[in-house]
């Protein structure tokens, strides 16, 4: 399952070889001053936009990949109405980051100054 890791440079979206594969992307990171908000959600399934494009997905089931909208795109690494984590950017290819988390899993703090 898709992970965020927070570092010292900034925050790491971490892939399973399976979800490279699935949302035809490979992993990544984002330096902190492109975060503007974390934010823990209920159901991040309920959070989605656009259309998948590219990327693997199933109704209510699974999307991987990215999701364009008339205002951008997304990154999305969603299974089920799951709870999980909205990061919002700037400055990056994607608008937002949204992202299942694992049993137990927090949320990333954005460093301050």
Avoid: K, N
């Amino acid at each position: 399952m898709a992970r965020l890791v927070s570092t010292g440079d900034g925050l790491q979206v971490q892939l399973t070889a399976w979800e490279c594969v699935g949302a035809l992307h490979r992993p990544f990171a984002v330096p902190w001053e492109h975060v503007v908000a974390i934010a823990e959600v209920d159901d991040v399934w309920a959070r989605l936009r656009g259309i998948r494009a590219p990327g693997t997905g199933w109704p209510g089931r699974i999307m991987l990949g990215t999701t364009r909208y008339s205002g951008g795109r997304d990154f999305c690494a969603v299974y089920r109405h799951r709870p999980g984590f909205v990061v919002q950017l700037r400055e990056e290819g994607f608008a937002r980051l949204l992202i299942t988390a694992e049993e137990g899993a927090t949320a990333p703090v954005i460093p301050v100054g």
